[in-house]
């Protein structure tokens, strides 16, 4: 099923109008959306889609050949029969083709040539060097983000420098994500944001609601990640332990940690047993490698010279698993069911509350605040924090974030206590205190005098303007 992704067409299709040959990269997690994009964007051209299985090279070739006869017979003169011995002499055949008309060709899973063919690359890097008068657009699909990054990027690698143009693709945003699901199932917003907490923008995780949402979030939870037959039970294992190799454990005690809440290096360490230079280099890696975490700073601090650093889990989907999932799997797998779903029903609300406040910042940086800030964030300093805070150099503007249902008393208790803290910043300039809830008593009252009250059903509002 193809939803949205509007601006990675349009990219891929400025490519295809430039004359002669484009390397492209595509990139992104598994569950993305990178096949339905390239397959997409190949109706009504002439191209080839080649999926880059983990078998012999004999036998990809053998699958190839019946692509291109399906799609390029009809060019063929009627004597002429392609046959290969090897992946070089086809893509040099496709290169040769593309000089007479304009050709497409997409390696899907291209990281896997590094089991089937590691000297493909080496060979690829020399064809492609030499294509003169191609006119042919490469799409090289890969899954795994270190992988992708230490073929094309690592200057030691042959197809370094190679690359013409790079598309990441991402996960949905929350306001997409909600917006995708409605087209095939009805979930409440506040239900939406609980599910949304656990599986995050990925397509192909939010396809799952339409055969397994009961209504019922908690139900709906069991039986996609907890189930002796869930479909996302194993989903985390299955796709990171070949990302990560046979370190796999310790970048999991890492992740699993910091799903926990363990968020500064010296608290990670801790939990884990793993010395403090050992996690120090994991969390490099799983920051800027494989970018499964996110390195924050306190929004008032500069990121290159602060040592108050804290990380989470950048990916909602991990962050469940690992919290959730992989955290119980002893229990899971002893099949204590009720221990994990306690675990759940105790946490949960929580967890969600932590995925409402990073909703609400994207919120804020959509929203009209009166000025446009140089930097949104959040903040933090011994003990005390800001969920959200805004601000450029004559104006800020702070929110606390709640995924509760707020009476008017708890308004007003939460805005003097963000009064106070605002004391505490090393910020100077107008400013405006707001909350941000599930729900808001007596709103209005609020908004009368000057404060920025928000609730659910403003953040859903704000996607038919974004």
């Known amino acids: ?171 949905f945003d929350f306001w997409t994500a909600y917006d995708f699901v409605n087209t095939f199932a009805n979930v409440p917003p506040n239900h939406f944001v609980e599910l949304y907490s656990a599986l995050g923008g990925m397509p192909r995780y939010l396809l799952y609601l339409k055969r397994y949402y009961t209504g019922n979030v908690a139900e709906t939870l069991n039986n996609l990640f907890f189930d002796e037959f869930a479909p996302l039970r194993e989903e985390g294992l299955n796709t990171l332990k070949l990302e990560f190799g046979r370190f796999y454990r310790s970048y999991f005690s890492i992740l699993e940690a910091v799903s926990l809440g363990y968020a ?40 290159r010279k602060t040592r108050k650093v804290s990380y989470r889990v950048a990916d909602e989907f991990f962050n469940f698993w690992f919290r959730f999932v992989y955290h119980n799997y002893t229990y899971l797998e002893e099949g204590n069911l009720d221990l994990v779903l306690d675990d759940l029903e105790r946490n949960f609300p929580a967890f969600v509350g932590k995925t409402y406040e990073r909703i609400a910042f994207e919120f804020v940086k959509r929203i009209n605040l009166g000025f446009k800030p140089l930097r949104v964030g959040s903040w933090w300093h011994k003990g005390e924090e800001i969920d959200v805070v805004a601000y450029n150099r004559e104006n800020i503007a702070l929110f606390e974030v709640k995924w509760s249902d707020l009476r008017k008393i708890d308004v007003s208790r939460i805005l003097r206590n963000l009064k106070r803290k605002s004391k505490l910043l090393p910020l100077t300039g107008s400013l405006r205190l707001g909350v941000i809830a599930r729900t808001i008593e007596d709103k209005e009252h609020f908004l009368e005098n000057g404060f920025l009250v928000f609730d659910l059903e403003d953040l859903m509002m704000k996607k038919k303007e974004c």
């Open 1 to 171: 099923m193809f939803y949205n992704r509007k601006a990675e067409l349009e990219k891929l299709e400025k490519i295809y109008a430039h004359p002669g040959s484009t390397f492209v990269v595509i990139y992104g997690r598994r569950r993305v959306g990178k096949t339905a994009l390239v397959r997409e964007f190949l109706k009504n051209k002439l191209g080839l889609y080649f999926f880059v299985g983990e078998k012999d090279e004999a036998m990809l070739i053998e699958e190839y050949l019946k692509e291109i006869e399906n799609v390029l017979g009809e060019h063929f003169p009627s004597y002429f029969t392609p046959r290969f011995s090897s992946l070089e002499e086809l893509f040099e055949f496709l290169l040769d083709f593309s000089k007479e008309q304009k050709l497409i060709v997409v390696f899907d899973e291209f990281q896997n040539f590094r089991s089937v063919k590691p000297s493909f690359f080496s060979s690829l890097q020399k064809l492609w060097d030499m294509k003169n008068e191609a006119n042919l657009i490469l799409i090289a699909v890969g899954s795994y983000v270190g992988m992708m990054k230490r073929i094309f990027m690592d200057n030691k690698e042959p197809l370094f420098g190679r690359v013409d143009e790079w598309i990441k693709l991402r996960p």
């Open 264 to 303: 500064t290096p010296k608290e990670i360490s801790d939990k884990t047993g793993l010395k403090l230079l050992t996690v120090g280099k994991y969390l490099s890696e799983l920051t800027n490698h494989y970018e499964y975490l996110r390195r924050e700073v306190p929004v008032t601090e500069d990121p």
